[in-house]
């Protein structure tokens, strides 16, 4: 079975700097799909970045990055220049091929500081 | 705004009643999840349906239901509602059911509908 584990519950930052967000993931599956989402305090889940598990080079989208390590089974976003809007809760989240379903971890709180 | 539509925002209710929740996918994806958040279990998945048909179960109770109507949209049912059901429940959809390549099938998340069981 999938299990996303994401170790920090909560990660404060001053703004403009760049934070890296930590998730690992567990499947035997060689073909599977990473996702990172955004809950802001209003509650919606925003889409942010995949990386597919035969990608060749490591997802990017604007501000957000993902520092994919295949073999240690990691996929951690990096959003540089951080922003007083980035305070959210982050999501990691797994996907394997055939399977319909999205697994998440447990998320991480970020706070940016002014 | 991911353009999936979820109604009603927040609802409240009291134990042993039934409600439903109503989800709009985005235009042109045929399939929808449901989720449930709660502070203990997390985001789990529900339940998924492409074109109409059930697809996938997961930690759904016997006492939820869902379906999805030839104009796409879908509606979630609990019944005999308990305190432990208070939860955000998401719907999400996404453009198809199968895929070759992961990265063309993202699920785009509705605002949620906010239930509280009293």
Redesign the interface.
């Known amino acids: 079975a999938q299990k996303i584990t994401q170790t920090q519950p909560g990660m404060f930052v001053q703004e403009k700097e760049a934070v890296t967000l930590d998730c690992t993931y567990d499947t035997s599956d060689p073909s599977y799909g990473l996702f990172w989402y955004k809950q802001p305090s209003s509650g919606e889940m925003i889409f942010l970045i995949y990386q597919g598990s035969y990608d060749q080079q490591n997802a990017t989208e604007g501000r957000y990055s993902l520092n994919f390590q295949k073999a240690r089974k990691s996929a951690n976003l990096v959003i540089s220049a951080s922003q007083l809007g980035d305070s959210a809760m982050y999501f990691c989240a797994a996907r394997i091929q055939g399977a319909q379903k999205l697994v998440f971890g447990q998320g991480t709180r970020l706070t940016i500081n002014p | 705004d991911?353009g999936v539509t979820q109604t009603p925002k927040h609802l409240i209710t009291a134990t042993g009643q039934r409600v439903t929740l109503r989800c709009s996918p985005r235009s042109g994806d045929l399939?929808v999840?449901w989720?449930q958040q709660s502070l203990d279990q997390?985001?789990q998945?529900l339940i998924?349906y492409y074109n109409g048909e059930e697809?996938?179960k997961?930690n759904i109770l016997e006492r939820f239901s869902a379906q999805q109507f030839p104009d796409l949209h879908s509606e979630l049912n609990l019944s005999s509602l308990e305190l432990g059901d208070s939860a955000?429940y998401?719907c999400?959809s996404s453009a198809r059911?199968?895929?070759r390549?992961?990265?063309t099938?993202?699920?785009?998340?509705?605002?949620?509908t906010?239930l509280t069981v009293l």
Not at chain 2, 105 to 112: E, K, N, R, W
């Open positions: 991911s399939s999840y989720y997390g985001l998945f998924q697809r996938a997961g955000l998401f999400a059911d199968h895929y390549k992961m990265g099938d993202t699920q785009y998340f509705g605002p949620g906010r």
